[in-house]
């Protein structure tokens, strides 16, 4: 067993007996689970995009100065904020909102958001977009990797994935996983280490070549993959090995049998 698989995912914080359910219900229960637990894909929050530059369909993270506030009736009540910064405008809409929320999206207040994109009555709109109020005492960094998507179940949102996942990571060490590949095949085979494969599928540097990772033929996926292969064909092996040491007790022929039927 590796030290990571001896560790319940309640040692890290945060981590309570209802969010510990939630995470077993995706057959997360020690932290060796988080680090296996792979993204299914990416999103691009490394960078800002100007709003005139935005096209129908792409998600992006934007920023902009709130120009307008309301609560529009059509056939579902609904805030439409417009944003603008220098470059264009958009509209982010949301369906479902509170009063604080209105409040907190009032003109003149300088908002960071991340959404798709989508043609709307009076051009582009984001609907629901994850947005944060930005004040100049505290200036927030954009993403310094790619954002991973994970496996979820009801109740365990992304961000909370995220974090978790973080913490894993930072108790992440050269041997804290079994690495089952001897060190003459991963240099034949120009193989990264483990770790570094795990690290970089849960955080990918900005120019990660997101095709790969999306059809599967990144390095870092290669590299589990031939553990993942390896491991199975050493397991079939020791299985016909096993099978072929258990001799059956060889059985007396019964003769009178079959000439009775005879």
């Given at each position: 067993m590796s030290e990571l698989a001896a560790v319940p995912v309640t040692?890290?914080?945060g981590v309570g007996a209802a969010l510990a359910e939630k995470l077993a219900k995706v057959g997360l229960e020690t932290l060796q689970d988080l680090l296996f637990h792979l993204p299914l894909r990416y999103q691009d929050r490394t960078r800002i995009v100007p709003i005139g530059a935005l096209r129908p369909g792409q998600d992006?993270?934007?920023e902009g100065t709130v120009t307008g506030a309301d609560v529009v009736m059509g056939r579902r009540r609904s805030l439409l904020v417009r944003l603008h910064d220098g470059s264009g405008s958009l509209s982010?809409?949301?369906?479902?909102f509170s009063q604080a929320q209105k409040e907190a999206l009032k003109?003149?207040?300088?908002v960071r958001c991340y959404g798709e994109a989508r043609p709307g009555a009076s051009g582009l709109e984001i609907y629901h977009p994850e947005?944060?109020?930005l004040t100049d005492s505290e200036p927030v960094a954009v993403e310094q990797t790619l954002t991973p998507i994970y496996p979820t179940t009801e109740g365990l949102t992304q961000q909370r994935l995220r974090q978790l996942t973080a913490q894993a990571l930072a108790r992440l060490g050269p041997h804290s996983l079994p690495d089952w590949l001897p060190e003459e095949l991963t240099r034949d085979y120009r193989l990264a280490k483990l770790d570094e494969a795990i690290r970089y599928l849960h955080r990918p540097p900005p120019d990660a070549d997101q095709e790969e990772l999306a059809e599967g033929r990144?390095?870092?996926q290669h590299r589990l993959a031939f553990e993942e292969l390896l491991t199975h064909q050493l397991s079939m092996q020791r299985l016909r090995e096993s099978s072929r040491a258990q001799h059956a007790p060889p059985l007396p022929a019964a003769r009178e049998l079959p000439q009775r039927y005879l």
């Open positions: 040692a890290i914080k992006a993270v934007v982010l809409r949301f369906y479902h003109r003149g207040t300088q947005y944060r109020a990144h390095w870092a």
